[in-house]
T-cell receptor, first 113, second 111 residues
């Protein structure tokens, strides 16, 4: 089975711009979670989608949003980028929500200048 | 808020020495997972523990889940250079569908 794929792998943006990141889960997986990883804060949960519905949300401002499509692919959007949004954004897929092994994608490394 | 603390933050060991990382949650967990992230890579699932007091082994790795389901440990016997990376625990809090990741322990193995 192909693993979790994320596009793009690297991105450079400037403050105030917006960005959309994409995640394709493992075939058959219906749950997609997004995480932000920074050296200072570690891995922080953004949100989780299951069957096109947001099941859970972390403590991030409303500038961070996401959605999931009927084929389980998910997108994450960050509007009005700030310098502090520079991070590795990881998505993880699992068969169902919670209590399941999460398979992480390679991540999208975002640099905000 | 819910927190999962992990200690130590860094650990340097000589090849062949043992290594242990500890994970402590402020709340009871439904389960706990362990991941390894190599430098420049992404987290890779190692194991999941569900039952109170559970102990699981994978070759040189031993994982434990505390009786109160609030703490866990990962022990590596006779470390090798291939063990280098950051080890994260991730706890699933009861009634939610989100994993809270520990702060991670970065392991360096000196040959």
């Amino acid at each position: 089975k192909a693993g979790v794929t994320q596009t793009p792998r690297y991105l450079i943006k400037t403050r105030g711009q917006q960005v959309t990141l994409s995640c394709s889960p493992i075939s058959g997986h219906r749950s997609v979670s997004w995480y932000q990883q920074t050296p200072g804060q570690g891995l922080q949960f953004l949100f989780e989608y299951f069957s096109e519905t947001q099941r859970n949300k972390g403590n991030f401002p409303g500038r961070f949003s996401g959605r999931q499509f009927s084929n389980s692919r998910s997108e994450m959007n960050v509007s009005t980028l700030e310098l502090g949004d520079s991070a590795l954004y990881l998505c993880a897929s699992s068969l169902v929500a919670g209590e399941e092994t999460q398979y992480f994608g390679p991540g999208t490394r975002l640099l905000v200048l | 808020g819910q927190q999962v603390m992990q200690i130590p933050q860094y650990q340097h060991v000589q090849e062949g020495e043992d290594f242990t990382t500890y994970c402590n949650s402020s709340t009871t967990l439904s389960n706990i997972q362990w991941y390894k992230q190599r430098p420049g890579g992404h987290p890779v699932f190692l194991i999941q523990l569900v039952k109170s007091g559970e102990v699981k082994k994978q070759k040189r790795l031993t994982f434990q889940f505390g009786e109160a389901k609030k703490n866990s440990s990962l022990h590596i016997t006779a470390t090798q250079t291939t063990d280098v990376g950051t080890y994260f625990c991730a706890g699933l809090t009861s009634g939610t569908y989100k994993y809270i990741f520990g702060t991670g322990t970065r392991l360096k193995v000196l040959a």
